[in-house]
């Protein structure tokens, strides 16, 4: 997904996969509570 979000300024890159490991780390919380992990 960062990939092909890749922009030129370095700063935007870093924004978005910040944004990604967030929502990344939500849905594995959330798949624990599914689970009765």
């Keep these: 997904m ?5 922009i030129h300024d370095s700063d935007k890159v870093i924004i978005i996969h910040s944004e990604e490991s967030e929502w990344a780390k939500r849905l594995a919380e959330g798949l624990k509570r599914e689970l009765g992990l």
Excluded at 2 to 6: E, F, M
């Design 2 to 6: 960062v990939k092909k979000l890749r």
